[in-house]
T-cell receptor
Framework: DTAVSQTPKYLVTQMGNDKSIKCEQN?????MYWYKQDSKKFLKIMFS???????INETVPNRFSPKSPDKAHLNLHINSLELGDSAVYFC???????????FGPGTRLTVL | AQSVTQPDIHITVSEGASLELRCNYS??????LFWYVQSPGQGLQLLLK??????LVQGIKGFEAEFKRSQSSFNLRKPSVHWSDAAEYFC????????????FGQGTTLQVKP
């Protein structure tokens, strides 16, 4: 009974491709997030959604588009992948606006 | 602007020794403070949090942290480190309000010597 799950765990792709990462939480939380962890392990928030509504949209290229079909799911679609997109992407969830966040296991994206 | 600094990029301690990981934050008001641990290849797990009240907070796995407003610090401590504590540790600050945004420090890698 995984709380926050992500698929796939690993994703290797070529530059220029389009890919999606999926996230699901079964905690009944209202808010979901995407974070990017770079090669130096620095974590930075990208987006957050409250009940399918975009709340936080940090300075992220518009090639990245989050989609929330319902409050239990937040997917990340990335167009025209670039080498610099290689990173680990973490999904997280919390109660509405809560800072105590529960993280998924991460998706390691490698762009060749 | 809010920021979090973890001055120690890498720390090595012997098993059984005490541990203190430093965290300093910059924030205009009293923030919400967190420590997360990331084991290799894993997601982040919450160790403990401070919202208000008692400035010494207890967490899981025998960790504790102390909030010191005068020093803008929230250092993580453990009296006796186990080999399984080897991991990456992140301090984070969250703004009160309803965005839930967390700002993370750079992380401290803990290595435990047998």
């Amino acid at each position: 009974d995984t709380a926050v799950s992500q698929t796939p765990k690993y994703l290797v792709t070529q530059m220029g491709n389009d890919k999606s990462i999926k996230c699901e939480q079964n905690l009944g939380h209202d808010t979901m997030y995407w974070y990017k962890q770079d090669s130096k392990k620095f974590l930075k928030i990208m987006f957050s959604y409250n009940n399918k509504e975009l709340i936080i949209n940090e300075t992220v290229p518009n090639r990245f588009s989050p989609k929330s079909p319902d409050k239990a799911h937040l997917n990340l679609h990335i167009n025209s992948l670039e080498l610099g997109d290689s990173a680990v992407y973490f999904c997280a969830s919390s109660i509405l606006g809560g800072n105590e966040q529960f993280f998924g296991p991460g998706t390691r994206l490698t762009v060749l | 602007a809010q920021s979090v600094t973890q001055p120690d990029i890498h720390i090595t301690v012997s098993e059984g020794a005490s541990l203190e990981l430093r965290c300093n934050y910059s924030y205009g008001a009293t923030p919400y403070l967190f420590w997360y641990v990331q084991s290799p290849g894993q997601g982040l797990q919450l160790l403990l949090k401070y919202f208000s009240g008692d400035t010494l907070v207890q967490g899981i796995k025998g960790f504790e942290a102390e909030f010191k407003r005068s020093q803008s610090s929230f250092n993580l401590r453990k009296p006796s480190v186990h080999w399984s504590d080897a991991a990456e540790y992140f301090c984070a600050v969250g703004a009160p309000g309803n965005t839930g945004k967390l700002i993370f420090g750079q992380g401290t890698t803990l290595q435990v010597k047998p």
